[in-house]
């Protein structure tokens, strides 16, 4: 008489996502920067429904109101008003979307432009190497500040000039990461099999290369949302990025400096908005990094 032995299966690993999620969320500190910043997203993407009053409207009977927590604040300016009597709620909350769209487009301008170089320059080496890392040397020997005030003082103030400004500062980065990265792939075994099976440079670079690159690029275009804001604001605090009236948190800044004494909130809260964020992309990038890099693993 034979018994029947069970069967036993074995336990199916977590998927990439899954096990991503697990080493991420290991990292309170990266959990809380990631709830921040969706916050701040959903409070962007709604600015139109959720702010309470136009950023740009002007009340004049309401000039620098506290906000509604402190003495003679007012429920209809939960965060007070500034010298001209618009409501700080609305235009932070209008500057969230402003700041973030420009974290978007200066990260996917640098970091497009940093692939492709630092790609060229890790694969072909030599002349091409040394020509395009000489160039980001003297880029990095540079204040990064100073550096985009200068472009800007050329092609004039402006955002749009300042995103472009912020974006060739911090391309260095990019293109120094991504050469080091790809430096380390491209004697590899997978890389010379492409190679003898017929694949180009180009199909070298892009579909066997990068895709093994990107892990130290996710995290620095994470924390390049930071840089980005910060660079920004500074700018526009220098009155060479947004103008006024637009809602940007630097620009906020620099057109009340006069009423710090007065109204402490019409600098406090700007400032403190960027704070939050600034330090939020932060712990979020930490979070990437130990989750993606296998040497951080726990």
């Given at each position: 008489?034979?018994?029947?032995?069970?069967?036993?299966?074995?336990?199916?690993?977590?998927?990439?996502?899954?096990?991503?999620?697990?080493?991420?969320?290991?990292?309170?500190?990266?959990?809380?920067?990631?709830?921040?910043?969706?916050?701040?997203?959903?409070?962007?993407?709604?600015?139109?429904?959720?702010?309470?009053?136009?950023?740009?409207?002007?009340?004049?009977?309401?000039?620098?109101?506290?906000?509604?927590?402190?003495?003679?604040?007012?429920?209809?300016?939960?965060?007070?008003?500034?010298?001209?009597?618009?409501?700080?709620?609305?235009?932070?909350?209008?500057?969230?979307?402003?700041?973030?769209?420009?974290?978007?487009?200066?990260?996917?301008?640098?970091?497009?432009?940093?692939?492709?170089?630092?790609?060229?320059?890790?694969?072909?080496?030599?002349?091409?190497?040394?020509?395009?890392m000489r160039l980001m040397d003297i880029m990095l020997?540079?204040?990064?500040?100073?550096?985009?005030?200068?472009?800007?003082?050329?092609?004039?103030?402006?955002?749009?000039?300042?995103?472009?400004?912020?974006?060739?500062?911090?391309?260095?980065?990019?293109?120094?990461?991504?050469?080091?990265?790809?430096?380390?792939?491209?004697?590899?075994?997978?890389?010379?099999?492409?190679?003898?099976?017929?694949?180009?440079?180009?199909?070298?670079?892009?579909?066997?290369?990068?895709?093994?690159?990107?892990?130290?690029?996710?995290?620095?275009?994470?924390?390049?949302?930071?840089?980005a804001i910060l660079d920004a604001a500074a700018l526009?605090?220098?009155?060479?990025?947004?103008?006024?009236?637009?809602?940007?948190?630097?620009?906020?800044?620099?057109?009340?400096?006069?009423?710090?004494?007065?109204?402490?909130?019409?600098v406090t809260l700007p400032g403190l908005a960027i704070?939050?964020?600034?330090?939020?992309?932060?712990?979020?990038?930490?979070?990437?990094?130990?989750?993606?890099?296998?040497?951080?693993?726990?």
């Amino acid at each position: 008489m034979s018994t029947a032995t069970p069967s036993t299966t074995a336990p199916t690993p977590p998927g990439a996502l899954a096990a991503f999620w697990s080493d991420f969320r290991r990292n309170p500190g990266a959990v809380a920067g990631l709830v921040v910043i969706v916050i701040i997203t959903l409070l962007a993407v709604f600015a139109d429904v959720v702010a309470p009053h136009d950023p740009s409207a002007q009340f004049r009977d309401a000039l620098l109101v506290p906000p509604a927590f402190a003495d003679g604040g007012s429920w209809s300016f939960p965060l007070g008003t500034d010298d001209v009597g618009r409501d700080m709620l609305s235009r932070l909350i209008h500057g969230a979307r402003l700041s973030l769209l420009i974290g978007v487009i200066v990260v996917t301008l640098s970091l497009a432009a940093g692939i492709l170089l630092g790609l060229l320059a890790g694969y072909f080496g030599g002349v091409v190497d040394t020509v395009i890392m000489r160039l980001m040397d003297i880029m990095l020997a540079l204040p990064s500040l100073l550096l985009a005030i200068a472009i800007v003082a050329i092609l004039g103030p402006g955002l749009a000039n300042a995103m472009f400004a912020i974006a060739i500062v911090v391309l260095p980065h990019y293109v120094r990461l991504t050469r080091a990265a790809a430096m380390g792939e491209v004697n590899k075994e997978y890389v010379t099999a492409s190679r003898l099976a017929g694949a180009g440079p180009l199909r070298l670079m892009f579909s066997a290369i990068l895709p093994n690159c990107m892990a130290p690029l996710i995290v620095q275009a994470t924390l390049g949302f930071s840089t980005a804001i910060l660079d920004a604001a500074a700018l526009g605090f220098l009155g060479l990025g947004a103008q006024p009236p637009t809602p940007e948190w630097g620009t906020m800044l620099a057109g009340v400096l006069q009423y710090i004494q007065r109204a402490w909130w019409v600098v406090t809260l700007p400032g403190l908005a960027i704070l939050i964020t600034v330090l939020a992309f932060n712990l979020l990038g930490d979070g990437l990094r130990d989750a993606l890099d296998p040497r951080m693993k726990r």
